[in-house]
């Protein structure tokens, strides 16, 4: 009787997607770990873990990899990159989960505070070498892209030269800060470095009396409407039916290629007059391009450095640092012109940027990153159009620049004008394609609709508490946390 009764079906926990979560898991951590939080349905809940752990085919790996996971935890606290005094601590306590927690948090801290310490010492170190007018960051540590040279013109190995360093200067009472760029005689030496971060720039809160408010309080949008009840703030976009913002019409021909960047007239807007000068020819536009330049290292809320501004006829680069107090009045009306259509691309924190710095909102936006994922491309980044319709290779390394840098230096002002010069041209081939390619949906009113979502986007400020660093410590836990959990599927 007993040979021919069936086999027991497995249990529940091996008839769910433990196995598709068992694959998901393989590969590199971070991405496993990632993978795996999504499929994390496939481990049994809380309620149902205790009654799975009575079956040994579940108790054993569990048991294994708990094992594992306490043994890895026992070693980061006896590790010999510690302080003796710190290795001489408890063990990792595996009786009680609230101690456990704590124990962790605490290696947690011992480690950030000999972060701390150690870059507290690198300072000193720099400012040493900053006093004695060395160089002050050596060759050996320029793994990481990014160069500054200090100090006056000196010959260098590698093809540095002094016809190698670069003829910028810090804005501001500081004339010590240049690039460094590479002499064109040393065709096989390392690509010059871009700096992201030059210490010895003046802040620009102080040298341009910019006001930021660092408080602990909800940003006001004070340059809107407020609803009925006064509880939000109402974007101007909402008023408008899309019917007004949507323009169906498209070049009857080939859109014309705009002209190079040295055939194209140029202004860099650093002051009132000829700030007002750009108004004049945006309120005469049918459409514009328009990118921000950001910087946001060492600061909690980041600054605008710069905007691009392009038309059909001229290319415009804004000192939004300058002129920081007076652009919100003079740009806000033909920003929020819904017969003008802005086109940017991945306009998200653009949006932001220019709510918060500068009380602008956008109506009628054109978003060509949204268009490219429509169309389905095969990347979505402005750099790839730049490159699929215009046949230009944009230098990203400029990217993360410092952006504060004043004179802006030739190399970095053509990078910006590219971001803007042929975004007008990427639109009208988009449309073009959008149209071609509506079979059923429309995909350039699909295009739009995203496009003003991402207007209707209200900046709001990071809110700090007194338990608002808990979320690092969250972060570690729960890090831990997916390796348990990682170990125990592979396990499994």
């Known amino acids: 009787m007993e040979a021919d009764e069936a086999p027991h079906p497995p249990p529940p926990w091996k008839q769910n997607k433990s196995a598709v979560a068992v694959e998901a898991s393989s590969g590199p951590l971070a991405s496993a770990a990632a993978r795996l939080s999504a499929r994390s349905r496939a481990i049994p809940p809380a309620r149902d873990?205790?009654?799975?752990?009575n079956f040994p085919s579940?108790?054993?790996?569990?048991?294994?990899?708990?094992?594992?996971?306490?043994?890895?935890?026992?070693?980061?606290?006896?590790s010999t990159l510690l302080p003796k005094q710190q290795q001489q601590q408890p063990p990792f306590p595996t009786e009680d989960l609230d101690d456990a927690y704590d124990w962790l948090v605490a290696r947690n801290d011992d480690l950030l505070e000999m972060f701390a310490a150690s870059a507290d010492e690198f300072k000193a170190l720099r400012e040493k070498e900053e006093?004695?007018?060395?160089?002050?960051?050596?060759?050996?540590?320029?793994?990481?892209?990014?160069?500054?040279?200090?100090?006056?013109?000196?010959?260098?190995?590698?093809?540095?030269?002094?016809?190698?360093v670069g003829r910028s200067e810090a804005f501001g009472s500081s004339g010590s800060v240049r690039m460094a760029t590479m002499d064109r005689a040393a065709a096989s030496g390392p690509k010059p470095k871009v700096p992201f971060h030059i210490p010895t720039i003046p802040r620009p809160q102080d040298v341009h009396r910019i006001v930021v408010d660092n408080t602990s309080k909800p940003f006001d949008h004070a340059f809107?409407?407020?609803?009925?009840?006064?509880?939000?703030?109402?974007?101007?976009?909402?008023?408008?039916?899309?019917?007004?913002?949507?323009?169906?019409?498209?070049?009857?021909?080939?859109?014309?290629?705009?002209?190079?960047?040295?055939?194209?007239?140029?202004?860099?807007?650093?002051?009132?007059?000829?700030?007002?000068?750009?108004?004049?020819?945006?309120?005469?536009?049918?459409?514009?391009?328009?990118?921000?330049?950001h910087n946001h290292y060492r600061s909690f809320q980041g600054l605008t450095c710069l905007m691009q501004i392009?038309?059909?006829?001229?290319?415009?680069?804004?000192?939004?640092?300058?002129?920081?107090?007076?652009?919100?009045?003079?740009?806000?009306?033909?920003?929020?012109?819904p017969t003008k259509k802005k086109v940017m691309h991945g306009a998200g924190r653009d949006i932001i940027w220019l709510q918060r710095d500068f009380g602008i909102y956008v109506c009628n936006l054109f978003d060509t990153g949204q268009?490219?994922?429509?169309?389905?491309?095969?990347?979505?980044?402005?750099?790839?159009?730049?490159?699929?319709?215009?046949?230009?290779?944009?230098n990203k390394e400029y990217q993360s620049a410092d952006w504060r840098l004043r004179p802006l230096p030739d190399e970095m002002t053509k990078y910006a004008r590219e971001d803007t010069h042929y975004l007008l041209y990427i639109y009208d081939l988009m449309?073009?394609?959008?149209?071609?390619?509506?079979?059923?949906?429309?995909?350039?009113?699909?295009?739009?609709?995203?496009?003003?979502?991402?207007?209707?986007?209200l900046y709001e400020k990071e809110?700090?508490?007194?338990?608002?660093?808990?979320?690092?410590?969250?972060?570690?836990f729960l890090l831990v946390y997916h390796v348990f959990v990682l170990e125990t599927i592979q396990a499994v």
């Open 371 to 394: 268009a490219s994922r429509i169309l389905q491309m095969d990347r979505n980044s402005l750099e790839h159009l730049l490159q699929y319709f215009c046949g230009v290779t944009a």
């Open 58 to 78: 579940f108790k054993s790996p569990v048991a294994a990899a708990a094992a594992r996971a306490e043994s890895s935890l026992g070693g980061l606290g006896a």
């Open 431 to 457: 449309r073009l394609r959008l149209v071609n390619e509506s079979s059923g949906d429309d995909l350039l009113l699909e295009v739009c609709k995203r496009s003003n979502e991402i207007c209707l986007q």
């Open 131 to 164: 006093a004695q007018g060395r160089k002050v960051a050596a060759e050996k540590m320029a793994g990481d892209g990014f160069q500054v040279v200090y100090g006056k013109k000196k010959k260098k190995k590698m093809g540095m030269g002094e016809e190698g």
């Open 463 to 476: 809110l700090l508490t007194d338990s608002s660093y808990l979320y690092i410590h969250g972060f570690v």
């Open 310 to 337: 392009s038309t059909r006829t001229e290319d415009f680069i804004v000192d939004t640092l300058k002129l920081r107090n007076c652009l919100g009045e003079n740009l806000r009306e033909v920003f929020q012109d």
């Open 49 to 53: 873990f205790h009654f799975y752990n």
């Open 224 to 293: 809107l409407e407020r609803s009925d009840d006064g509880a939000r703030a109402i974007h101007p976009l909402e008023k408008l039916p899309m019917e007004q913002l949507f323009d169906r019409r498209v070049p009857e021909s080939e859109p014309l290629k705009p002209p190079a960047l040295d055939d194209t007239p140029f202004t860099f807007v650093e002051d009132r007059k000829t700030l007002e000068v750009l108004v004049t020819k945006l309120k005469s536009a049918t459409e514009f391009a328009v990118d921000l330049e």
